[in-house]
């Protein structure tokens, strides 16, 4: 099993953002995947999950409204658009992908990617 996030960068508060989640090695469309981040000195927190059985999203509050996940399930990829970005947005942001579970809980997921590091400016 593997899962590769690619799209961090640098960006100015207010820009936008979009985080891919390339997976291979299991059968995409029977898990669900999450994003986390994880701030310096901070513990890892769920932002979104999305359902590949049925598209169904989640958000944590912290990203409602500004964050959309969504996947290709064609590509076995997901995304998280990000948009009006702030500089408490700043993490490192991880995939994750669980076959039994769906929520932003970190014990749920099995499998993680690497990250990728996301720093806004203000």
């Known amino acids: 099993v593997q899962l590769v996030e690619s799209g961090g960068g640098l960006v100015k508060a207010g820009g936008s953002l979009r985080l891919s989640c390339a997976t291979s090695?299991?059968?995409?469309?029977?898990?669900?995947i999450a994003w986390f981040r994880q701030a310096p000195g901070k513990e890892r927190e769920g932002i979104s999950c999305i359902s590949l059985r049925d598209g169904k999203p989640l958000y944590a509050d912290s990203v409602k409204g500004r964050f959309t996940i969504s996947s290709d399930n064609a590509k076995s990829t997901v995304y998280l658009q990000m948009n009006r970005l702030k500089p408490e947005d700043t993490a490192v942001y991880y995939c994750?992908?669980?076959?039994?579970?769906?929520?932003?809980?970190?014990?749920?997921?099995?499998?993680w990617g690497q990250g990728t590091q996301v720093t806004v400016s203000s």
């Open positions: 090695g299991f059968t995409f469309d029977d898990y669900s």
């Open positions: 994750a992908a669980t076959g039994w579970s769906y929520g932003l809980e970190v014990r749920d997921y099995e499998f």
